[in-house]
Every structure is written in structure tokens, then in C-alpha cells.
């Protein structure tokens, strides 16, 4: 069965510091992935996804990027936090040729 | 880009009764249409999803309509229970989008006994 990995699963961050968020993937192959953010008591927003490695497709310019180095790694990254970052991060997967999206845990971060 | 719109924002009822919970899109060529329940701190988790070609769908206490024409489509949930309260958003995708998913804004269910 797939199953769906992040960590770390919370953080708090100051201001102007770096930041590396890691998802994988298990038991799958070649996912669709997605980074999304859900600001306390908001919707999710989709920051970013990706269909195949090295492919990448931002959806809201900030200072936020994304990465996919192997099959099943999605990682996000920022060189500066912001105040503004601060939320939830999910990220999700989803077979090709299927519709369903799948969320992992989620990582909290506070950036202070 | 896409729009989903959702409402009510908050919706509380006493234990037994229905729930309805509607979300309106703004892209024709949308053709995926989910529903997620997110529990306090957690994950959102598809409770069930409908796909253009269907006007209707069951699961047990749970429902999802759509009507294409007036690009709208609702969650019905019958029987409610107090485990029922926690956040529950609409999404679509479709057309060419990769399965990205446009979420409303949510809707905090709240069931009291």
C-alpha cells in the first residue's frame, strides 16, 4: 500500500532563516505531487506541483521554491522566511490516470 | 482560474438532523469534484467525490449532487453524529490542470448532542 511521509512535523522558525520541508512517497511510482498551505482557519492553497523529477509548476509567486530530486521526493524550500509563511504545510500525491489526491501529515510552521 | 466558492461558512445542528453544505466553480471545463474532512490538527481525509458524468452519489449518511448546467454541487450528510464536527472543504480540478485542486474555503460542521 502507498503511504505518505513528512517531516519534520512541526517547526518554529525566525525570521529571515532558511527553511527545507521533505515529503516521500512510498509504494507507488512516478505520482503526481503537491505542495499546498492552509493558513489557520483558511482553505489550501496550492503552492506547487509536479509530475515527473525536475519538473516543477509554481502556482503563486513568493519566496517560497520547490524541488524534486528523485521519484518520490518533493521538497520545499525558502532561502528567507517571511512572517507571512507561517501555516500548515501539506503535501499530497496522486497515480497517474486516477483522480484522487492524498494528503500526508503535514508539517506546522511558525515563523516568529 | 478556477473559483470555488463555499457556503455556509460555519453550520451547527443538533444530533440526527441534516446537514447541507454547498460549493459553486467557475470553470466549465472542471470535471473532478471532491470532498475532505479535516479534523482539528490533522490531515484532510476524502470522505467522497463525484465526477462530471454523474449527477449523484452515495455513501451510507453521505451524499454529493451536481448539476453542471448552474455549476454547483452540495454535500449532504444525513443522521448527523457528534463525530461528524470538523472542517469539511469542496475542491474541483479538471481540463488540463494535472489534478490540481482548487479548494473553497471551508465549512465548520459542528453537531451537538
Known amino acids: 500500500s502507498q503511504t505518505i511521509h513528512q517531516w519534520p512535523a512541526t517547526l518554529v522558525q525566525p525570521v529571515g532563516s532558511p527553511l527545507s520541508l521533505e515529503c516521500t512517497v512510498e509504494g507507488t511510482s512516478n505520482p503526481n505531487l503537491y505542495w499546498y498551505r492552509q493558513a489557520a482557519g483558511r482553505g489550501l492553497q496550492l503552492l506547487f506541483y509536479?509530475?515527473?523529477?525536475?519538473?516543477i509548476s509554481s502556482e503563486v509567486p513568493q519566496n517560497l521554491s520547490a524541488s524534486r530530486p528523485q521519484d518520490r521526493q518533493f521538497i520545499l524550500s525558502s532561502k528567507k522566511l517571511l512572517l507571512s509563511d507561517s501555516g500548515f504545510y501539506l503535501c499530497?500525491?496522486?497515480?497517474?490516470?486516477?483522480?484522487?489526491?492524498?494528503f500526508g501529515p503535514g508539517t506546522r510552521l511558525t515563523v516568529l | 482560474g478556477e473559483n470555488v466558492e463555499q457556503h455556509p461558512s460555519t453550520l451547527s445542528v443538533q444530533e440526527g438532523d441534516s446537514a447541507v453544505i454547498k460549493c459553486t466553480y467557475s470553470d466549465s471545463a472542471s470535471n473532478y469534484f471532491p470532498w475532505y474532512k479535516q479534523e482539528l490538527g490533522k490531515r484532510p481525509q476524502l470522505i467522497i467525490d463525484?465526477?462530471?458524468?454523474?449527477g449523484e452519489k452515495k455513501d451510507q449518511r453521505i451524499a454529493v449532487t451536481l448539476n453542471k448546467t448552474a455549476k454547483h454541487f452540495s454535500l449532504h450528510i444525513t443522521e448527523t453524529q457528534p463525530e461528524d464536527s470538523a472542517v469539511y472543504f469542496c475542491a474541483s480540478a479538471g481540463g488540463t490542470s494535472y489534478g490540481k485542486l482548487t479548494f473553497g474555503q471551508g465549512t465548520i460542521l459542528t453537531v451537538h448532542p
Open positions: 509536479s509530475v515527473g523529477i525536475g519538473q
Open positions: 463525484i465526477r462530471s458524468n454523474v
Open positions: 499530497a500525491w496522486r497515480s497517474w490516470g486516477t483522480d484522487t489526491q492524498y
